[in-house]
């Protein structure tokens, strides 16, 4: 596995992740997760950027039943590394990358989607700061500046703007 974090980085994210209100985003997604999931008869969601493992809480209460869940976050290691599955989710995860990884994560993502990916992706300003004072997004950019590193990897079935970003449904790509 390439390099995904810078360690003086990491420990700022390990710092952030403290806020109980840090990662929640998964959970507004988690019915779009479950739909799919549900519509492609899927079997397995590896979570890329898990952090506290909200999404699977949250598919759970929804009552999604009979799925494998590989959770995968740096700043939790007892995850493990990530895990290829049918559906990959990467949910207010990447603008929060430091750009010199980026590539070393978009290349993961591709390589543990078996069949579909869902991503969400912010465009502007967090709510929060890192404890070195930058915004917690450390990528601030458009759909039109994240679409062709997407498409180069995966095929798009689905683009959509949401309030301060965009949803992106993704298909496997040889």
């Not at 890192?130 to 500046?145: F, M, V």
Request: aromatic residues 10%; positive net charge; charged residues 25%.
């Amino acid at each position: 596995m390439s390099k995904v974090i810078s360690e003086k980085y990491l420990k700022l994210q390990q710092k952030l992740h403290l806020n109980p209100n840090y990662g929640v985003a998964s959970i507004e997604f988690a019915p779009n997760v479950k739909k799919i999931i549900e519509d492609a008869k899927l079997n397995s969601i590896s979570d890329y950027g898990a952090g506290k493992k909200n999404l699977q809480k949250t598919l759970i209460e929804l009552g999604l039943k009979n799925f494998e869940y590989y959770p995968y976050d740096p700043i939790f290691p007892q995850y493990g590394p990530p895990k290829e599955a049918d559906l990959v989710c990467c949910i207010d995860v990447l603008e929060h990358v430091e750009e010199d990884f980026l590539d070393n994560i978009l290349n993961d993502l591709k390589k543990i989607t078996k069949k579909f990916g869902f991503f969400t992706i912010h465009s502007g300003a967090a709510g929060k700061t890192l404890e070195d004072g930058r915004n917690a997004h450390l990528i601030q950019k458009p759909p039109s500046w994240w679409l062709p590193k997407m498409c180069t990897r995966f095929e798009i079935k689905h683009l959509q703007e949401v309030p301060g970003g965009f949803i992106l449904v993704t298909k496997f790509k040889q």
